[in-house]
């Protein structure tokens, strides 16, 4: 088993910047083992992909946030991070990280980001 906790949403203006983390704990699978990804839901919208990173730390974003937002990961922290710059009101959704490993994929329970313009 995985736990994925994210934390570092909030309220933010729009040109703003945050920096949302993804902790991973569990005694089955480290961080190192899972291909990462943040994905975010705005309200009345499905779930979307925003980024992902490989176990190797090859990157890849959509076309929305490209420029904007960086992933990274701290294998040593157990953690994944995603920077997010130049924030828009359109950014403004529920961030939820995702970590994949054997074929599974774990979640975590989100974090808000408002964006106000």
């Known amino acids: 088993q995985v736990q994925l906790v994210e934390s570092g949403g909030g309220l933010v203006q729009a040109g703003g910047s945050l920096r949302l983390s993804c902790a991973a704990s569990?005694?089955?699978?480290?961080?190192?083992?899972?291909?990462m990804a943040w994905y975010r839901q705005a309200p009345g919208k499905q779930r979307e992909l925003v980024g992902r990173?490989?176990?190797?730390?090859?990157?890849y974003y959509v076309d929305s946030v490209k420029g904007r937002f960086t992933i990274s990961r701290d294998n040593a922290k157990n953690t994944v991070y995603l920077q997010m710059n130049s924030l828009k009101p359109e950014d403004t959704a529920v961030y939820y990280c995702?970590?994949?490993?054997?074929?599974?994929?774990?979640w975590g329970q989100g974090t808000q980001v408002t964006v106000s313009s």
């Open positions: 569990g005694s089955t699978f480290s961080i190192d083992a899972l291909a």
């Open positions: 990173i490989s176990r190797a730390g090859t990157t």
């Open positions: 995702s970590g994949v490993v054997t074929g599974y994929a774990y």
